[in-house]
């Protein structure tokens, strides 16, 4: 009995033979068309962003089942694209959703990084001006400004201050675009219940314009929303001349460039039209994130993803801005001097 319990005691281990999940798909062996579709870049694009962030994701290992730069570039592509959750992106592409989370924050830092890099005020104010003057004659514009929201999932603190006008948890999202759709600021600090005049108020463009900002520099253009400055242009709510409704009708022209640049930037990537279910501060990450990256397809000259019906919530529905405005002189001189056609 004894001899028998020694010999079941040496019995040796039967280990599980270690498998590793397919990676195929990970891969640049598709055309430009295939790789768009799942990463919203083509070989170049791919290639493109490996090599702007290769230094800080190149990983110092011996392991040979280490993601390239590349395939972590795709990993993070494929969830701003898809807006799927990370299980699925793992299940999708055949890694552990946890080597997913880690590659995703890596490269979300990366690219953070090169924000300033993008995403920058104009330069050159003169070419600025004329490129918004060629949408319906307002001139002098900078940029148009607006506000989005971006679902979250309820916070575990402070839940209250995420719940928007519509009654669900978000991010207000303020950009900034200029009239080729590229965003020139974007900010995206604030909870969904904060107004958007006062994430304008409270913001580096509002403070940069105040310094800067006049007839003579250039302005912005915002909707009802906003207040009414010397340096944006807002609306005329009950236009009861003809000069204000062709002020209004130009205005509305020249700034729904800004709306259309937040319906490309949606579409492509799905990620920010869904309910992103992460803490507030991966969010606000997130979101810069695919700002650069909007920006870079437009630098790259990929194409828009193909247009799809998107629910705006951002529409005011009444919700205009109702405290002190010192701009409605300078936005009547400015609906008599060029928009009072006799």
């Known amino acids: 009995m004894a001899a028998l319990d ?14 590793f999940r397919s990676k195929e798909e990970l891969t640049l062996d598709y055309t430009d068309t295939e790789l768009r579709a799942r990463y919203r870049f ?12 290769r230094d800080k994701l190149t990983r110092q290992t011996n392991r040979n089942h280490a993601l390239s730069v590349e395939q972590q570039i795709m990993v ?6 898809s807006g799927s959750f990370l299980q699925v992106i793992g299940d999708t592409l055949g890694l552990d959703k946890s080597t ?10 990366a690219l953070c990084e090169k924000r ?21 004659g307002f001139p002098n514009i900078l940029g148009a400004i607006d506000g989005t929201h971006i679902r979250i999932k309820r916070p575990h603190h402070d839940e209250p201050s995420f719940i928007n006008r519509k009654g669900y948890p978000s991010l207000n999202v303020q950009a900034v675009c200029d009239a080729k759709g590229r965003f020139t600021n974007i900010n995206a600090n604030w909870p969904g219940c904060c107004h958007d005049s006062h994430v304008f108020r409270t913001s580096q463009v509002c403070a940069h314009m105040e310094r800067n900002g006049n007839w003579e520099n250039g302005i912005l253009l915002g909707d009802s ?10 609306p005329f709510l009950n236009p009861n001349e003809q000069h204000h409704r062709r002020y209004n ?57 193909a247009a799809e019906e998107l629910v705006n919530e951002d529409v005011e529905n009444g919700n205009n801005y109702n405290g002190q405005q010192d701009g409605r002189g300078i936005r009547q001189h400015i609906a008599e001097t060029y928009f009072n056609r006799h």
């Open 116 to 136: 300033n890099q993008f995403i920058q005020w104009p330069t050159n104010l003169n070419q600025t001006k004329a490129e918004f003057y060629e949408f319906a």
């Open 249 to 305: 009708r130009c205005h509305a022209v020249t700034r729904s460039i800004i709306e259309r640049t937040f319906g490309r930037w949606k579409r492509r990537f799905h990620i920010l039209h869904s309910e992103i279910r992460m803490d507030p501060k991966k969010v606000t990450k997130i979101v810069m994130v695919c700002g650069i990256l909007h920006n870079i397809c437009i630098q790259l000259n990929e194409p828009d993803v």
């Open 42 to 53: 083509g070989r170049e694009g791919i290639l493109f962003l490996s090599d702007l962030v």
């Open 6 to 19: 020694l010999a079941l005691f040496h019995v040796p281990i039967q280990r599980k033979e270690r498998t």
């Open 225 to 234: 929303g906003y207040p009414c400055r010397s340096f944006l242009m807002t």
């Open 100 to 109: 997913v989370s880690r590659v995703v924050d890596s490269v979300l830092d």
């Open 76 to 81: 993070t592509l494929r969830f701003l694209a």
